[in-house]
């Protein structure tokens, strides 16, 4: 039986002449591994924004679980289990590997200021129990031996690895990835298709956007294209690939 975790329709966004989400459905299955691809400046990053209360929508309905997110703050959206990573990665540069996961594991805690102040044994406690995940996090996404350097120190691919296990750390029933495999070489980009792998086999549903269409082909269960704010194609990738549509939003004709 398919349970369906995420559900949108009739999404817009407009930013004053722009209208950059148009009338955007999709429906996304537990367990999937979802694909969003289409041309630059499509809409694909405003769409995340929005599904993690980045962006306000100016219409449109967003359930996720069956709770109701539609406009939503993002720390309710978090608290709610969706995670994302940057297209333009955002850590704390001048924190270490192992802090900037620590902050995406406090989304789930308990400690208040006054405990994070006055330190009384059970918030002690806490901590060494965020310290321990997070450190865990940072083997699970392969980059444990960097846990004291400084974010800004470490190389491109690993930061990506970084932002994942932050994400992680805040426990996501869905994890958006927005082009995670930008900048990374091949080996990089086999490496990270078999981590998105071993999350959704780990229980996560992963919502991912991606230009590289080999990765996106063989590791997809589903895409959507976007194209000028909306969607002109959903499907398995085959399926995707050989839809005219799709390959004129690509190529710009209508093939032959
Ligand atoms: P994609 O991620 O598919 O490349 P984006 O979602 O980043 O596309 O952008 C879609 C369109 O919306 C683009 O024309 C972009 O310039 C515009 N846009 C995105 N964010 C903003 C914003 N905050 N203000 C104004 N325009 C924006
Ligand atoms: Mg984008």
Redesign the pocket.
């Known amino acids: 039986m398919t349970k369906v975790l995420l559900e949108i329709s009739g999404i817009h966004?407009r930013?004053?002449g722009?209208h950059?989400?148009n009338d955007v459905a999709l429906t996304i299955n537990q367990g999937e591994i979802y694909g969003l691809i289409?041309?630059?400046?499509?809409?694909?990053?405003?769409?995340?924004?929005v599904l993690t209360g980045l962006?306000q929508p100016d219409e449109g309905k967003f359930t996720f679980n069956g709770k109701d997110l539609f406009c939503q703050k993002p720390y309710i959206v978090v608290g709610s289990g969706i995670a994302r990573t940057f297209?333009n990665i955002r850590l704390f540069a001048n924190m270490s590997a192992l802090e900037n996961v620590m902050v995406g594991r406090h989304v789930r805690t308990k400690a208040s200021v006054f405990g994070a102040i006055f330190r009384p044994p059970q918030v002690k406690n806490e901590e060494a129990a965020i310290r321990a995940r997070a450190m865990e996090l940072l083997e699970y996404v392969g980059i444990p031996h960097h846990a004291e350097e400084l974010a800004c120190n470490l190389s491109y691919g690993d930061q990506r690895r970084l932002e994942i296990a932050r994400a992680l750390a805040t426990d996501p029933q869905l994890l958006a990835l927005?082009?995670p495999a930008a900048g990374m070489n091949p080996k990089e980009t086999e490496d990270l298709k078999e981590l998105m792998q071993k999350i959704r086999n780990d229980g996560v549903t992963i919502l991912l956007?991606e230009h590289d269409v080999k990765l996106m082909m063989g590791l997809c269960d589903r895409i959507a294209v976007?194209d000028y704010?909306k969607k002109i194609a959903e499907g398995r990738p085959e399926e995707v690939k050989s839809n005219p549509r799709v390959i004129e939003a690509y190529l710009g004709v209508a093939p032959e």
């Open positions: 966004k930013f004053g722009l950059a989400l289409g041309p630059n400046g499509a809409g694909k990053t405003t769409l995340f924004n962006y297209q927005d082009e956007i976007l704010g």
